[in-house]
């Protein structure tokens, strides 16, 4: 994985969504993704891991999204690529220079 991605490395297409939590019809909270925008990006896998959670077994899989540099992206957002939702875990200017964002992601199955 190198510092800097190539143009041509962020050719998958992913839309960033923002929460937003919202009352039921009985007076409960639930959270709603909203979409902000949609953005190039480069995906990379880094890996799979089962838990037991819960009772139930989850299946999670790491994933580094890296787009170009933006002062809204925060953790618990997330993105949409192909239908999975990536949940952001952490996001890091890559040189210091704002110019791209790396984000690592978590998605659940």
């Not at 009985?26 to 990006?41: D, N, S, T």
């Not at 890296?66 to 875990?89: C, E, N, Y």
Request: aromatic letters at 8%.
């Amino acid at each position: 994985m190198s510092a800097r991605p190539t143009i041509g490395a962020m050719r998958q297409r992913v839309t960033l969504e923002a929460p937003t939590d919202a009352q039921d019809d009985v007076g409960g909270i639930i959270r709603i993704y909203a979409p902000l925008v949609r953005l190039w990006a480069q995906i990379e896998t880094q890996g799979a891991d089962e838990q037991f959670i819960e009772q139930r077994l989850e299946q999670s899989r790491k994933v580094t999204v890296t787009i170009r540099w933006r002062a809204d992206v925060q953790s618990q957002m997330r993105f949409d690529f192909r239908g999975r939702k990536l949940v952001i875990k952490s996001v890091a200017d890559i040189d210091e220079k704002r110019r791209f964002l790396r984000c690592l992601c978590e998605e659940f199955s």
